[in-house]
Nanobody, 121 residues
Framework: QVQLVESGGGLVQTGESLRLSCVAS????????MAWYRQASGKQRELVAS???????TYADSVKGRFTISRDDAENTAYLQMNSLKPEDTADYYC???????????????WGHGTRVTVSS
């Protein structure tokens, strides 16, 4: 099993920045892909950004140029640097990881419990 723990959320004003972190732990062989999703009140969960080992990154159009996803493979950690935050970025942000584990071997998608980001106008 893999546990994902997010941190870094909070309350900020429009135009400010936040950096989210997601640490994956457990019986991990490899974390193939890590991603950040968000879910605003009353809306469906949406992909914000993803990063795939050896491939690259993808972003939602709404965050391109403002958000940057990165990862530290040695620490199985993903980051989401969020700049120029807007009120419409307000949501619960969830970490997602596609990981392989040992004993027994398996490959699954895992989710964190989320961290709340609130951007005031």
């Amino acid at each position: 099993q893999v546990q994902l723990v997010e941190s870094g959320g909070g309350l900020v004003q429009t135009g400010e920045s936040l950096r989210l972190s997601c640490v994956a732990s457990g019986n991990i062989i490899e974390v193939v892909n890590m991603a950040w999703y968000r879910q605003a009140s009353g809306k469906q969960r949406e992909l914000v950004a993803s990063i795939t080992r050896g491939v690259g990154t993808t972003y939602a159009d709404s965050v391109k140029g403002r958000f940057t996803i990165s990862r530290d493979d040695a620490e199985n950690t993903a980051y989401l640097q969020m700049n120029s935050l807007k009120p419409e970025d307000t949501a619960d942000y969830y970490c997602n990881a596609d990981a392989t584990t040992r004993s027994p071997w398996s490959r699954k998608i895992y989710w964190g419990h989320g961290t709340r980001v609130t951007v005031s106008s």
